[in-house]
């Protein structure tokens, strides 16, 4: 079962639309009284646009409706080898929502690890995972995105942050490691924010475009299911769908996903352009698959490609599109007041 609620149509209230995501899938039946919480948020890049990072708002509105049921709730998300977390954590004021609403912040990368057996996994045989992870009945909470390397990325694709920042070396096997990760992470339920979304070359240097609209579900695979036919792509085409679903991870038969909330949501088409590899996703995957990648990603050589990768994303961001993407966005009558908060300028 997979709810969609529309945000702007009839409430107005991004809160008001997750609790009535949340209350569709029956939440209580999968998060268990009084236990500790995490909720994995992304927050996969430190300069940002709206719809590249999970919003406060939707973060905000998960802890009010669950904070009453479960136990301590945990913010959790982890470095990327190109970008800092804790800099996209404060630049989206959500050192303050934690403080407000007694949450803990943990940065994972900085978190102990234990080493967790990973069941017949076609790329781990085991995952070194951050040990709260283990200790904790896990959210994931993504953005509907478009992605270069994956068409989409969703539920599933959240939980990539799980696994050490060098995750970047798995990128050929990207499906079957994306398998391996969830179906050892084991998230209990997904709520996805898909209010302002993200188009074209994401997951970063993309377009916002406004989506309107909440998804919840215990199935992750059958919330990224609904989430490509929303955005207008095909989920039979897109691999790590497919893989995660034979390996009994959730459901991709359209038909045999049952949707409530927006009853008609299996024929919307938001037409969402569909991600291209960008500079940095084109050159990246070309020296993986030569003769030399050694030499470009097990040398210092390494830091200076990382170090160019930072460069086009700063130069894409201050001179080519982000701060026009940020205008578009804070014009909107009724998002532009809450990405305000976080930008003014």
């Not at 409706?65 to 959500?94: M, N, Y």
């Not at 998804?215 to 995660?244: C, F, K, N, Y």
């Not at 927006?262 to 352009?273: C, H, P, S, T, Y």
């Amino acid at each position: 079962m997979v709810s969609v609620v529309s945000v702007t149509v009839i409430r107005e209230s991004v809160e008001e639309a997750v609790r009535e995501a949340l209350d569709l899938v029956s939440w209580r039946s999968y998060l268990e009284k009084d236990r500790p919480t995490s909720l994995k948020v992304n927050l996969g890049w430190d300069l940002f646009i709206p719809g590249s990072i999970t919003s406060p708002w939707v973060i905000r509105a998960i802890i009010h409706t669950i904070r009453e049921w479960v136990g301590p709730i945990f913010l959790v998300e982890s470095d990327q080898v190109l970008e800092r977390i804790e800099i996209a954590f404060r630049k989206s004021k959500l050192p303050e929502l934690c403080a407000e609403e007694n949450v803990t912040w943990v940065n994972m990368s900085r978190h102990p690890m234990v080493r967790v057996a990973v069941d017949r996994g076609a790329v781990f045989r085991e995952l070194e995972l951050p040990k709260i992870l283990t200790e904790t009945q896990l959210v994931t909470v993504p953005v509907m995105k478009t992605h270069a390397k994956s068409v989409i990325t969703g539920a599933l694709k959240n939980q990539w942050g799980c696994i050490s920042k060098l995750r970047h070396n798995y990128h050929l096997v990207l499906s079957d490691a994306l398998a391996d990760i969830n179906q050892t992470v084991k998230p209990v339920l997904a709520v996805m924010d898909a209010t302002v979304a993200l188009e074209g070359n994401g997951p970063k240097s993309g377009r916002p475009k406004v989506a309107n609209r909440i998804l919840a579900s215990p199935d992750l695979v059958a919330l990224d299911t609904i989430q490509a036919t929303i955005m207008g792509l095909d989920p039979t085409r897109i691999e790590h769908l497919q893989v995660s679903a034979a390996r009994g991870l959730g459901e991709t038969r359209i038909d045999h996903i049952e949707v409530v909330g927006e009853q008609d949501a299996k024929a919307v088409n938001l037409r969402f352009a569909p991600a291209s590899h960008n500079l940095v996703s084109k050159i990246e995957e070309r020296l993986r698959r030569s003769r030399w990648k050694w030499l470009f990603f097990d040398t210092p050589l390494f830091l200076v490609m990382l170090a160019g990768a930072k460069v086009w994303y700063l130069v894409w961001f201050h001179l080519v599109s982000g701060t026009t993407h940020w205008r578009s966005v804070l014009s909107h009558p009724f998002y532009g007041q809450l990405w305000k908060t976080i930008r003014t300028q």
